[in-house]
């Protein structure tokens, strides 16, 4: 018999042992209103984060024009990697936080700070005032990773998650769209010049960041989350809540399966725990995620962070029409997890993340001869680019799904936030400066040399996916990853 509600069944010294099936009513449910809610008001993270990176490298050219400013080459790496240090840094804070004090308030302190920091890069008065907002913009985009990912993953019935997970990730190009039509109007001189419309552009972010605010009010916190910190009864009302709105829809739910999960309330992790289950428990999981982050964020960041200083300095592309060039690469990466997605809840896991990896990989190093040997013109490698990205754009947003989903729900968010610490910090802060170093040298066959670094690097992960990946498609989270709080028997 399925137990309707949280039941304390026995005493214990971690704390007072229940029994609930709320985990497996929340897989069995049919997709309804309520996850496209959630998914619009959620994922919508990933499309500031587009926004914010697009715009930092379209409007990069008039940021070397800047009369107050005058960015050089090296600047503007510089800035991409201060950036992402703020983005490593804000996930280790606020994921910690995210997992100590729940989903749902967290989400909101990131993108307070997000909002906040990104309007006053706007007002940027030096290049240390540009790093230092950037920087802290960084910092709540981060921060909104850690807290979006684990909440996501906790509603999103079992059959979808991987779908629903990678086009989420994918929609981080609709940003980066909507920033590259920003950057063609705004720095178009005859509407309001380069130099405040590089200003306006990061206005767009704290507007949309507003909008987002107010989409999140009615969003609740995680059941899951709220299980294992003893709050059972709120658990049940959000649960029973979603099953009554589906019902009212039209929708038949179904018995849940499976026996109901025995845990034991706690109202926080040690550290000492956390670090033995991450890297003793979960080690090679651990070395899954790392590689499969790493590896994407050199390949994005070094890469995309840098898109527009090649296309000016190789193509002599005007600062100004950087954007045009944008879009076609946010067409490809946005379709990219949109129509790849499925397979992964298909085909499995460990086939479809290897294969994105090393497709990327291979596509990379045979675009990158041609870019070196001067074979291609602008168009062309516009192109070729948008082909790699289809495949590098699922690529990178498994990576996400992989380490949101392979580790026990107590740690998730901090799970999340480490290896995204250290896979982007590894990979992202290296790779924007490495190639504004190499794109100051003039030379083709310079830049090549990176792209083979990042074209590796894939390639190395595939690898480590297809010996190592967990098979998690179609099951539940509790299945992939036993609760820390779960009760022997």
Not at 71 to 96: K, M, S
Not at 185 to 190: F, H, N, R, T, W
Not at 300 to 319: G, W
Request: charged share 15%.
């Amino acid at each position: 018999m399925a137990i309707s509600s949280v039941q304390a069944v026995a005493a214990d010294p971690k704390g007072a042992v229940f029994e609930t099936d709320l985990p497996a009513r929340l897989d069995r449910l049919p997709w309804g209103r309520f996850h496209t809610l959630l998914v619009f008001a959620l994922g919508i993270t990933w499309l500031l984060d587009g926004l914010e990176v697009t715009l930092a490298g379209s409007v990069s050219g008039a940021l070397k024009d800047s009369p107050v400013l005058h960015l050089t080459n090296a600047d503007i790496g510089l800035a991409g990697g201060a950036y992402i240090c703020g983005a490593v840094l804000g996930a280790l804070f606020f994921g910690w936080l995210t997992d100590r004090l729940g989903r749902r308030k967290l989400f909101f302190i990131t993108l307070a700070l997000y909002i906040t920091a990104t309007a006053a890069t706007a007002f940027s008065f030096s290049v240390w005032s540009f790093l230092l907002f950037r920087f802290l913009t960084g910092m709540g985009i981060g921060g909104e990773y850690t807290a979006i990912n684990s909440t996501i993953q906790e509603f999103t019935p079992a059959r979808f998650r991987g779908w629903v997970d990678l086009t989420i990730n994918g929609t981080f190009w609709i940003g980066a769209a909507l920033g590259a039509v920003g950057s063609i109007v705004l720095l178009d001189a005859s509407w309001v010049g380069a130099d405040m419309g590089w200003r306006l552009c990061f206005g767009i972010g704290a507007v949309l960041g507003l909008i987002i605010l107010l989409m999140r009010l009615w969003l609740p916190e995680s059941p899951r989350w709220l299980l294992i910190h003893g709050q059972g009864e709120e658990a049940r009302v959000i649960v029973e809540g979603i099953e009554e709105r589906l019902r009212r829809q039209g929708h038949d739910l179904s018995a849940p399966t499976g026996p109901p999960l025995r845990l034991h309330a706690r109202d926080h992790t040690p550290l000492k725990e956390i670090f033995h289950t991450l890297f003793n428990t979960y080690r090679r999981r651990a070395l899954v995620g790392l590689t499969l982050l790493t590896a994407q964020a050199f390949f994005y960041n070094a890469i995309f962070f840098t898109y527009a200083l090649v296309l000016t300095e190789f193509y002599q592309v005007p600062s100004a029409s950087i954007g045009w060039y944008v879009l076609p690469l946010a067409l490809g990466n946005f379709c990219g997890p949109l129509l790849l997605g499925r397979l992964f809840d298909v085909v499995g896991r460990r086939v479809m993340i290897s294969l994105t990896y090393a497709v990327s990989g291979v596509l990379l190093t045979l675009s990158g001869y041609l870019f070196q040997q001067g074979v291609l013109d602008v168009t062309q490698q516009a192109i070729a680019w948008m082909i790699i990205f289809f495949f590098a754009s699922a690529a990178a947003s498994s990576a996400y799904l992989t380490v949101a989903e392979t580790f026990p729900l107590e740690i998730r968010a901090l799970a999340i936030a480490v290896f995204y610490a250290f896979g982007t910090a590894l990979g992202g802060i290296v790779g924007p400066t490495l190639f504004g170093q190499l794109i100051d040298t003039h030379e083709r066959g310079p830049v090549f040399f990176g792209y083979l670094i990042g074209a590796a690097l894939m390639l190395l992960a595939a690898v480590v996916q297809a010996i190592w990946g967990v098979a998690s498609e179609g099951k539940s989270l509790e299945e992939v990853a036993r609760p820390l709080s779960q009760a022997h028997d």
